[in-house]
């Protein structure tokens, strides 16, 4: 299958993508990892997103769209993908509806994780992050450490990050109305959109999401 995942920031794409991919038997493609891969790797786009990001600039969508058009074109590929970050924008969907159709293939569904606005920022600027190890996370609400400000596994201090902040996320959350939620109205008059809660545990959003797909979940 061939699907576009998309959702506001802290709505879990990035942890739906992943189970998704997985029960799918598809490539999850992120366009962080892209954009990572690529300058890690020095290729030529790498080089120029560099330059761009560098510059404190936005990289221009069709250094964005050849990153992904790389990527797709692999072996592991070419039976479907999951698509998490692009396209970001109207403009990208389009080139990315030009860029299938030249392959002849085309989208089969794309998932909108909904969630209320209010919970994106309980969710984000809830979160606390060990300054030794970065992978430990924890939440005021959701998963608080043992003692406040502690880390569980490494004693290091937890800190809010900048970009965590009530203020960051809200105005995170204003770019995505504003640039990315349009393409839902765009996929929705291809008939290709599902509406899916992303409320409640884990497994319960994944299990939405496969049955808009209709499609098993892997024990």
Do not use: W
């Amino acid at each position: 299958m061939r699907i576009v995942l998309v959702g506001p920031p802290g709505a879990g794409k990035g942890t739906q993508a992943a189970y998704l991919a997985n029960n799918l038997s598809i490539p999850h493609i992120a366009t962080g990892d892209l954009f990572r891969a690529n300058i890690s790797q020095g290729t030529d786009l790498g080089k120029q997103a560099r330059a761009y990001m560098d510059a404190g600039q936005l990289v221009p969508n069709e250094v964005t769209i050849e990153m992904a058009k790389d990527r797709m074109a692999q072996p592991d590929a070419e039976n479907g993908f999951l698509l998490d970050g692009f396209p970001r924008n109207v403009g990208q969907a389009e080139a990315l509806d030009v860029m299938l159709k030249g392959e002849g293939v085309k989208l089969d569904a794309v998932l909108d994780l909904e969630v209320p606005e209010d919970e994106v920022v309980k969710r984000i600027a809830g979160r606390r992050i060990c300054r030794k190890d970065s992978a430990h996370v924890f939440h005021v609400a959701y998963n608080q450490p043992k003692t406040e400000g502690v880390c569980d596994v490494c004693g290091g201090e937890l800190y809010q990050r900048d970009d965590d902040s009530e203020e960051t996320v809200r105005t995170r959350l204003e770019v995505y109305h504003t640039q990315t939620e349009p393409i839902i109205d765009y996929y929705r008059a291809q008939g290709l959109v599902a509406t899916i809660s992303a409320l409640g545990k884990v497994s319960e959003v994944t299990e939405r999401a496969m049955a808009a797909l209709n499609q098993p979940v892997e024990s």
